[in-house]
């Protein structure tokens, strides 16, 4: 039997001795269970968070805002461009377009209010900047149980698909956005090699009152996001759809969201 054909055969069988070992390992990680893959994903936050990457990106964020009348007719439609940047885990976002125009007083006080908002609603502080890419953290897990349906495949990577409802009886709620999560549900995919999360979905149960039903209430929330893997470990919002119907004062209203980041580029 000639040189060729041995190395042939060796390759041959260093390919199925390959793909045994990643069978096994993948049988291994089949073990887990919802509360094991959903520690791992929030200890990936949390490494995240107090050891953030070295990757620093910048990137263009679309967004579409649509205000809905009571018969579905649109009454106001906003288009914004955004320039994002990433960087000590921590993103912040620049209004630099509205309706193909750059933006004037009233949009930069809307936005500024916006965030102020958002800071009030979950309790997190100014100083540490806007970062909107860890969704998980031992508070928010510790509200939800878990179900693993399946390990299926999206873009093209192991996933776990995974479930959630709220618990019942529900911990306190200490802000207006644990009240929230208190009537929410849906699903997550988490990647089975690093343990972000890939895809959300979430659904609102039942309508939450905003500040004892003065402010508003919230009769419908349908959201789903998905993330992208940049690099080695970079995980981004790259689209969304959101849905939402409720009452503004005395006023109902129905709000329709849509977003994508596009263009990443690394900081030097």
């Given at each position: 039997?000639?040189?060729?054909?041995?190395?042939?055969?060796?390759?041959?069988?260093?390919?199925?001795?390959?793909?045994?070992?990643?069978?096994?390992?993948?049988?291994?990680?089949?073990?887990?269970?919802?509360?094991?893959?959903?520690?791992?994903?929030?200890?990936?936050?949390?490494?995240?968070?107090?050891?953030?990457?070295?990757?620093?990106f910048t990137y263009t964020k679309l967004t579409v805002l649509e205000e809905l009348d009571s018969s579905g007719k649109v009454k106001e439609h906003k288009d914004k461009v955004y320039q994002v940047n990433f960087q000590n885990g921590s993103t912040f976002a620049k209004l630099v377009e509205v309706n193909g125009h750059p933006p004037d007083e009233a949009d930069m006080k809307?936005?500024?209010?916006?965030?102020?908002?958002?800071?009030?609603?979950?309790?997190?502080?100014?100083?540490?900047?806007?970062?909107?890419?860890?969704?998980?953290?031992?508070?928010?897990?510790?509200?939800?149980?878990?179900?693993?349906?399946?390990?299926?495949?999206?873009?093209?990577?192991?996933?776990?698909?995974?479930?959630?409802?709220?618990?019942?009886?529900?911990?306190?709620?200490?802000?207006?956005?644990?009240?929230?999560?208190?009537?929410?549900?849906?699903?997550?995919?988490?990647?089975?090699?690093?343990?972000?999360?890939?895809?959300?979905?979430?659904?609102?149960?039942?309508?939450?009152?905003?500040?004892?039903?003065?402010?508003?209430?919230?009769?419908?929330?349908?959201?789903?996001?998905?993330?992208?893997?940049?690099?080695?470990?970079?995980?981004?919002?790259?689209?969304?759809?959101?849905?939402?119907?409720?009452?503004?004062?005395?006023?109902?209203?129905?709000?329709?969201?849509?977003?994508?980041?596009?263009?990443?580029?690394?900081?030097?």
């Amino acid at each position: 039997m000639s040189f060729v054909w041995l190395s042939k055969i060796n390759v041959a069988l260093t390919f199925v001795a390959l793909s045994a070992l990643g069978q096994h390992s993948l049988l291994a990680q089949n073990s887990l269970s919802a509360d094991d893959v959903i520690q791992k994903a929030v200890a990936r936050a949390q490494r995240s968070e107090t050891k953030p990457g070295k990757g620093a990106f910048t990137y263009t964020k679309l967004t579409v805002l649509e205000e809905l009348d009571s018969s579905g007719k649109v009454k106001e439609h906003k288009d914004k461009v955004y320039q994002v940047n990433f960087q000590n885990g921590s993103t912040f976002a620049k209004l630099v377009e509205v309706n193909g125009h750059p933006p004037d007083e009233a949009d930069m006080k809307k936005q500024a209010e916006n965030e102020s908002n958002a800071r009030q609603m979950t309790g997190s502080k100014a100083n540490k900047g806007d970062n909107r890419e860890n969704f998980l953290t031992p508070e928010i897990v510790a509200r939800f149980d878990f179900r693993l349906l399946e390990q299926t495949n999206f873009n093209g990577r192991p996933t776990y698909h995974v479930t959630f409802q709220p618990k019942n009886p529900a911990p306190p709620s200490h802000h207006m956005v644990d009240r929230l999560l208190d009537r929410i549900s849906g699903a997550v995919w988490i990647d089975a090699e690093e343990f972000e999360i890939a895809r959300a979905e979430i659904q609102l149960g039942s309508e939450v009152s905003l500040l004892g039903g003065v402010v508003g209430s919230l009769k419908k929330l349908a959201y789903s996001m998905t993330r992208t893997r940049i690099g080695d470990g970079l995980w981004f919002n790259t689209s969304s759809v959101g849905d939402f119907e409720g009452r503004k004062l005395i006023d109902a209203m129905r709000i329709k969201t849509r977003s994508q980041s596009i263009n990443f580029r690394p900081i030097s």
